[in-house]
């Protein structure tokens, strides 16, 4: 599995960005598309995550209500949008797909990332 996130940049604080994660390869079976972050200095962490059997999604305390995740499977991509970015927002954004159940934010569980596409709010 081939991951190609795009969409990153800089915004003011209380803006909007909408990050893209491009994927190609899938093998059989189901499995979970998440978005992570990961600051500077700071452990990688899970944003959202959407499983593409039921569309159900789940996301992290800090982002509820701010971001939102999506899918557009005819395009095999992945959707972050991002509103109300506040300053701690700032990071490098992965995306991130895995097989293995249950669908959890620890980075560890997944086996396939994407290169990674820096977000700045200032």
């Known amino acids: 599995v081939q991951l190609v996130e795009s969409g990153g940049g800089s915004v003011q604080v209380g803006g909007s960005l909408t990050l893209s994660c491009t994927a190609s390869g899938y093998h059989q079976g189901d499995y979970c598309m998440g978005w992570f972050r990961q600051a500077p200095g700071k452990e990688r962490e899970g944003v959202a995550n959407?499983?593409?059997?039921?569309?159900?999604?789940k996301y992290a305390d800090p982002v509820k209500g701010r971001f939102t995740i999506s899918r557009d499977n005819v395009k095999n991509t992945v959707y972050l949008q991002m509103n109300s970015l506040k300053p701690e927002d700032t990071a490098m954004y992965y995306c991130?797909?895995?097989?293995?159940?249950?669908?959890?934010?620890?980075?560890?569980?997944?086996?396939?990332w994407g290169q990674g596409t820096q977000v700045t709010v200032s």
């Open positions: 959407l499983d593409n059997g039921d569309g159900s999604t």
């Open positions: 991130a797909a895995t097989y293995t159940r249950p669908w959890v934010f620890d980075p560890k569980k997944y086996d396939y």
